[in-house]
């Protein structure tokens, strides 16, 4: 009976730790700290060199993020925001690619001035001409604290 006793209690607290234990959180990345406009990962796709858009926001898996320990940010699918092949120059794509920790997937969130950085380019993420249609692109620019640069991580998204 003991020996059951054990069995039985351990196979409970096995799964009780796998599936109990809560699971990284993910949340939007909204533009101009509103809820309308979202950091999104164009038509959901989990391809390498991916385009990152403005999108409304939807809730969608293409705009679930989570800002990681190791300073990457990931989409909801598994993969990385990336800067288009390590670029260091304004105006440099933001896209999505498979993680791998490269100084193109490096960020530094920073919630008082409400940037994201990619201290590689010493450049923060920005819409694109400052548009705010549905699909514009998002880019690398020389951080300015302008509306452009203006992020609001979920706080659900930190890790």
């Not at 990152?52 to 990385?80: E, F, V």
């Not at 260091?88 to 001035?113: E, I, K, Y």
């Amino acid at each position: 009976m003991p020996a059951l006793f054990v069995l039985v209690f351990g196979v409970m607290g096995t799964y009780f730790f796998v599936f109990g234990h809560a699971a990284p959180e993910y949340g939007p990345i909204n533009w101009h700290g509103n809820a309308t406009e979202c950091l999104d990962n164009w038509q959901q796709k989990k391809v390498d060199y991916n385009r990152i858009d403005l999108l409304k926001c939807n809730g969608a898996i293409a705009q679930q993020w989570r800002y990681n320990a190791n300073g990457t940010i990931t989409n909801a699918n598994g993969y990385c925001l990336d800067v288009y092949h390590s670029g260091t120059a304004f105006d440099t794509p933001v896209d999505l690619f498979n993680c791998n920790g490269s100084v193109a997937q490096q960020w530094v969130v920073d919630p008082g001035a409400k940037t994201i950085i990619n201290p590689h380019a010493d450049l923060c993420i920005d819409y694109a001409n400052a548009g705010t249609t549905n699909g514009n692109p998002i880019r690398l620019a020389l951080c300015n604290r302008l509306a452009g640069q203006d992020w609001a991580v979920s706080s659900g998204a930190v890790d």
